[in-house]
């Protein structure tokens, strides 16, 4: 948790960084200057006099409680004997009159206390804020410097200021603590921490970045060497309680060119991707290269997509899909695309594997489904009474939420659910093929069409077939591909197409691209076509016309 100063907090901060010898200078013209208003302003008698709580509370707040009891004294002699109660410049002035003892005693006491109450307030003011610091820039458990420190390693001696940095991971961090705990684990850290620095030498920064992780800068000299002298400290035997420990290491590269850079938390991306691609291709080290930015733009994208999302860089396309019997249009398939600002078009099988390893695949489909509908209804209004389908990420069929959510989004636009078909793939339904049954079967009573996506991707279809609730079977493109070049395909396609009549679905054979295949597809029985044959995904203006030309007739 970040720890926010006060603005008391930040004056002492502010005030801390001003030389001893500069508040000293003040402190000590400060009093002089006093003397001489209280002086010049009819002497001690009047208000003027605590002016003086300026030099005295500045002291104590700057110097401490010692210098404040100190300059406390000072100004209270100052004011004391050497002051007298009335002066030239007061109008009832009738001689130098001085001061009462006690009374200017007294009052020395007071700024004393004054000085020193300051002073002490502020050194433990300034003790919390130093161990509040410390906490937050350390780990809790190995009090090892983490990521909050950042902002302290920026006084190294860079040879021509340039900096490598080192990405260390622990590999086996989680079988190390199941085996033998987390205090041996914390344990561990810590001596490897202690092994890094003293072996890494000088100019060299290191810290805790999370619990599998270290990052390293240092000087940089060479690739070679550095990656050599790093892997030789990793090396050393580490043992707890006399219990060797085998710890295994993943290392990413990068250098920066300004050390200064340091600070930047982004400054060790480079690093974090390299030292992963390391740990997934089980190498000991990986230094980062341009072959590696594919993973920075997935960051990226993943980063800025909910924007792109709202600022209407993604649209949608539909292909159509064809009556093989009519050649008209009977539905169409709504495909995303993102036109980046910096990237151009981003075609989806960039971006959407990264988008369906998180939860952002959820407000994907939702703006898909509500875009759909919205091209439904002008559809409509148009006199075409055509489905449009979107695809279902398996992440969408985890979410417990998600079909009630679909219902209200459909229920909301008062079209028929019909006219929005959910496309599954396989391999998704048979993850979880119970609970997927379920929803399939109440999605199917509740009015909407479910196609089965990429049939034959997986070697189980066919068993599978009669346990899928679907009325449209999509037969992967692969096999359009391959029916002219392999005899076996077609004799599966063949079969694939007369079970599922015999199961009452309908089939579509996805990737047609040629008339010959066209021709094969209409032999073999199949219902509907789509591929680049009859149309290649087209944007929302280009649809009316298409239409237009390619619809049996309007309703």
Aim: hydrophobic share 45%; aromatic share 10%.
């Amino acid at each position: 948790m970040t720890h926010y100063p006060s603005r008391l907090e930040n004056v002492l901060m502010r005030i801390d960084l001003i030389p001893k010898w500069l508040k000293l200078l003040i402190v000590f013209v400060t009093i002089p200057c006093v003397y001489v208003l209280v002086f010049l302003t009819g002497g001690i008698k009047y208000s003027y006099s605590h002016t003086m709580y300026l030099a005295i509370v500045f002291a104590g707040l700057s110097m401490g409680a010692g210098w404040g009891g100190i300059v406390g004294i000072i100004a209270g002699i100052v004011l004391g004997p050497i002051m007298p109660l009335s002066t030239p410049f007061d109008p009832s002035f009738s001689g130098y009159e001085y001061q009462n003892i006690i009374q200017w005693v007294y009052r020395a006491f007071i700024f004393f206390l004054a000085g020193s109450i300051t002073g002490l307030f502020c050194d433990i003011l300034k003790r919390k804020i130093v161990t509040v610091t410390d906490m937050l820039s350390h780990n809790y458990e190995t009090k090892i410097p983490n990521i909050y420190s950042l902002a302290d390693h920026t006084n190294h001696d860079f040879v021509n200021n340039k900096t490598i940095v080192i990405s260390l991971l622990i590999n086996n961090f989680d079988a190390i603590i199941e085996m033998l705990g987390h205090d041996v684990y914390y344990r561990l850290l810590n001596k490897l921490y202690l092994s890094l620095v003293v072996n890494m030498g000088k100019n060299c920064t290191i810290i805790q970045a999370s619990n599998d992780k270290f990052w390293i800068t240092k000087a940089y000299t060479n690739y070679k060497d550095d990656i050599n002298h790093i892997r030789s400290v990793l090396k050393q035997p580490l043992s707890i309680a006399n219990i060797p420990i085998f710890a295994d290491y993943a290392i990413g590269i990068d250098l920066i060119e300004k050390q200064s850079d340091c600070q930047a938390i982004d400054s060790y991306r480079h690093a974090d991707i390299a030292a992963k691609d390391a740990q997934k291709r089980n190498a000991p080290y990986l230094i980062y290269d341009d072959s590696l930015s594919e993973k920075k733009l997935g960051i990226e994208l993943l980063s800025t997509f909910l924007r792109a999302l709202e600022e209407n860089q993604t649209f949608l396309v539909y292909q159509p899909i064809i009556d093989l019997k009519t050649m008209k249009t009977v539905a169409l398939e709504a495909l995303i695309r993102w036109v980046h600002p910096l990237h151009g078009m981003i075609m989806p099988d960039r971006f959407i594997p990264l988008i369906e390893g998180t939860n952002l695949i959820n407000h994907l489909t939702d703006w898909v489904l509500k875009t759909a509908i919205d091209k439904v209804l002008e559809l409509q209004k148009h006199g075409y009474d055509i489905p449009i389908s979107i695809n279902i990420s398996p992440k969408n069929l985890s979410d417990p939420d998600f079909f009630s959510r679909i219902r209200s989004i459909i229920n909301a636009s008062k079209i028929e659910h019909r006219m929005i078909e959910l496309e599954v793939t396989e391999s998704a339904i048979i993850a979880n093929l119970e609970d997927n049954q379920h929803w399939m079967k109440t999605m199917m009573d509740d009015g909407f069409t479910m196609s089965l996506d990429d049939f034959g991707k997986g070697y189980t279809s066919l068993a599978y077939l009669s346990q899928f609730d679907v009325k449209i079977i999509k037969l992967d493109q692969y096999f359009m591909r391959h029916i002219l070049s392999d005899p076996g395909v077609k004799i599966i396609v063949r079969s694939a197409i007369d079970l599922s009549h015999q199961l009452g679905c309908k089939v579509v054979a996805e990737g047609i691209e040629d008339e010959i295949i066209t021709t094969i597809c209409q032999e073999l029985g199949c219902d509907f076509g789509q591929g680049y044959h009859f149309a290649w995904p087209m944007k929302a203006a280009d649809l009316d016309n298409w239409l237009n030309l390619n619809v049996d007739q309007k309703k």
